[in-house]
Nanobody, 115 residues
Framework: QVQLVESGGGLVQPGGSLRLSCAAS????????MGWYRQAPGKQRELVAGISSTAVTMYVDSVKGRFTISRDNAKKTVYLQMNILKSEDTAVYYCNRWPLRGDSWGQGTQVTVSS
């Protein structure tokens, strides 16, 4: 089973940017679609963006034009570039397989957007 480690979160002001990384532990990473998910306090976990094994991407409407998902199969890493961040983007961000998720979730990385 692929192990995933998220990093890159932090505290940022509204309008700022962050780049999240998700590193995989297996060489078969390239065959999986991958997604970024987030969970804000008191809310359900939701999909933010997905990227297929062939690099086709999708985004929820709330982040379109602001977030970009990408992958580097040689580095076994998926990224989420987040621009023009808003307070409502505050959440713990997780990566997992997409659209069919693996059984386990990692620790996630906290993103806090506040002035």
């Amino acid at each position: 089973q692929v192990q995933l480690v998220e990093s890159g979160g932090g505290l940022v002001q509204p309008g700022g940017s962050l780049r999240l990384s998700c590193a995989a532990s297996r060489s078969i990473f390239s065959i999986y679609g991958m997604g970024w998910y987030r969970q804000a306090p008191g809310k359900q976990r939701e999909l933010v963006a997905g990227i297929s094994s062939t690099a086709v991407t999708m985004y929820v409407d709330s982040v379109k034009g602001r977030f970009t998902i990408s992958r580097d199969n040689a580095k076994k890493t998926v990224y989420l570039q987040m621009n023009i961040l808003k307070s409502e983007d505050t959440a713990v961000y997780y990566c997992n397989r997409w659209p069919l998720r693996g059984d386990s979730w990692g620790q996630g990385t906290q993103v806090t957007v506040s002035s």
